[in-house]
Every structure is written in C-alpha cells, then in structure tokens.
C-alpha cells in the first residue's frame, strides 16, 4: 500500500523558491562572490542598533498591541504625510507587520474567495503567487518582458475580461529595477479604478529610487481608498533580520488583516520595532548615504555587464540588474551553474522570476563594490572560456 502523504496537497504542490534552491549549492563552498541574495550588504546604522540594544537594557520584553507600537505606527503616520503628503489614521489604517512578508500574506488572506484572480505582473518577485494559491486564489500572471518589463495600461485592460479582484504591483522592482513615474502610475490606476481592480502595491525599495522622486500609489487621484500600500524597513535602513514592516490602507482592509495577525503572530517582536522607531528619527541620513553608494555600483555594474555582451538596461531603483543571456547561447540554469562552478560567482536563473525569463539572470549589487568589480572580471573570463 503506497503511504499517503501527511503534507496538504497545496503545499506539496507547492514549487520551493527558486533562489533558494539555487543557493543551497552555494552553502558549503569557499570564496564564492554572492551576487544573489536580495538583501543589503550594510550592517543596520549603529543607532538604530543602539535603540534596540537600549530597549531591551530598559526591559522592554513584553507583546506589544496587535497592531504595533502606537509610537510606531504614529511615527510612519507622520513621516508618510510629511514625505509624500499621504495621510493614515495611525489607529486604524496603519498595522505593522513581520516585515512586506507577512504584508503580502495578510492582504491576499484578507481579500480572496476561493476562485478569486490576482494579476501579477512578471518578472516578479518569488512570493506573490505561491501565496496566492495558498490562499485558494489564482494568479494570472502578466508577461512584462516586451514593454521594458512595466506593466502598462494595454497589457492591464488586456486581463479585465477575466475580472481579477487585485493587482499585486511592485516597484521599484525586485528583480528588474525597473520603476514608474507618477504619469504611468496615474493611467496604471485609471484603468484599475475604471474594472474595480484593487491594487496591493508593495514599494518595500521606494527609497532606493536613483532618477527621480518615487510616487506612492495611494498618492495618485483617487487610488487612496483602492489601494493597500504595503512598505518596510528591511532595505532602505538595512534592517532586513529585524523583521518590521508596514502596511496602510482603508480601515476595513486593515482590521481584515489585523484580525487574521492577533491569531497568527499577535505582534512583530518588540524589539524591533523599538529600532524602527529610532530609524524614522534619526536613520534619513544612513539612508541617503547607502542610497548614493548602492547609486554608484549600479553604474560599475551596468556599464560592465553592457561591455561584456550582457545587455541590460539601467534600472532605476532598487539594488538589481536584469542583464540578458541571449548572446552567450547559453540558459539562466547553464550560466548561473557554470559561473559558480568555475568561477565561484553567484547569481540568480532568471526563471526564478516567472516562467519565461531563462534568458535572464538577477544579479544583486548590494555587494561591496571592490567584490563587483572582482565579479565582473570572473565573468568576463568565463564568457571568454564559454
Ligand atoms: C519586492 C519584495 N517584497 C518583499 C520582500 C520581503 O521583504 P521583508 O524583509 O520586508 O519581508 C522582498 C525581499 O527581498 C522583496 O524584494
């Protein structure tokens, strides 16, 4: 008699991350440049440290509200309005979150019935629609690739026929770079409001947007009430092993996920969030700093990347490059193998991204710079060998 599995059909289902599975042949090998892990090579600024650090000094050790800090939740009030002119209630509009992770999980639990359709434009990152399908949802995924990996208004009001309830929207993108001015987001939501899309936009990189200001969805005409805007301190303030984020939206959204974060993890540690509130103090300036250094390794890295073949447009936020393989011939699985075998340089199949992304790879600049130029050399000497 063959053993059934004790494991639910979803998640067995379920494919692994991509990346993951990817850098576990990285575990165990020596001297390997790691250009694939999406997370900030700087250590959290000293006194946001410090505020963790004191806070715990001072016993602070206890759950917190379900929401969050109200210290928190009325700091991110403040500096959102302050910065971008947005206002949230900080007592029922504003939840703070185990990081854009559990953002993500809450708003797609809060919002589908079972059958519901979730657009989501691809490349995207890993997360979306997994855990649409945890959530008994189904996503329809939007190919991006041959309008500069943007969603646009066509290839939005292209998928209304099949009545999606949301749009999963992120940008700065993981893994592309690539972001919005205000005016395409403007038709992005005129087209959502017009087919009663709801728009879940996770802006987790909005501070590290190089060429122009980053507009938040929900500052757009009327996309307030339409919009979830999810955001964190993982990236910009380099805080991604403190675990704080963010969402906002209309107080019925956020007493949905609230509900569901007081029976699943009753508060984000307090811990951090006693450091997110010393971030939104004094952590600008860190911020700026980190921003201009990672600025100029996207020019190292884009203008290397170009010279060796690997075409790739500039990406004008976050910390990625999206370079394509096509002129090597080879796949993302025979590149990104055979750099790490023979040249000890780690970097993500594009396919990890969305299907049809096999003649890409993602290569993560939150890397010091002297180790980018080490990889672009590497790279160079495979490309000559291969
Ligand atoms: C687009 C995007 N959203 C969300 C996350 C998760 O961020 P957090 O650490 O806030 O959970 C990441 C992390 O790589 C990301 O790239």
Known sequence: MTKKSLVAKKVEDMQPSGIRVFFDLVLGMKDVISLGV????FVTPWQIREAGIYSLEEGFTSYTSNKGLYKLRLGISRYLK??????????????ITVGVSEGVDLALRSLINPGDKILIPIPSYVSYGPVTELTAGVPIYINTRKSGFKLTPKLLEEHIDARPKALILNYPSNPTGVTYTRNELKELSRVCLKSNIFCITDEVYADLTY???HTPFATLPGARENTLYLDGFSKSYAMTGW??????GPKEIIAAMTKIHQYTIMCVPITGQMAACEALVSGRKSVEEMKREYRRRRELVIDGLNRLGLSCEKPQGAFYAFPCLKKTGMTDMEFAQGLLKKEKVAVVPGSAFGKDFSDYVRISYASSYENLKEALVRMARFLKKN
């Open 38 to 41: 999406g997370e900030p090579d």
């Open 243 to 248: 675990r704080v984020g963010f969402a906002c």
């Open 211 to 213: 060429d122009f200001q």
């Open 82 to 95: 302050q910065r971008f002119g947005l206002e949230y209630d900080p007592e029922e509009e504003i939840l």
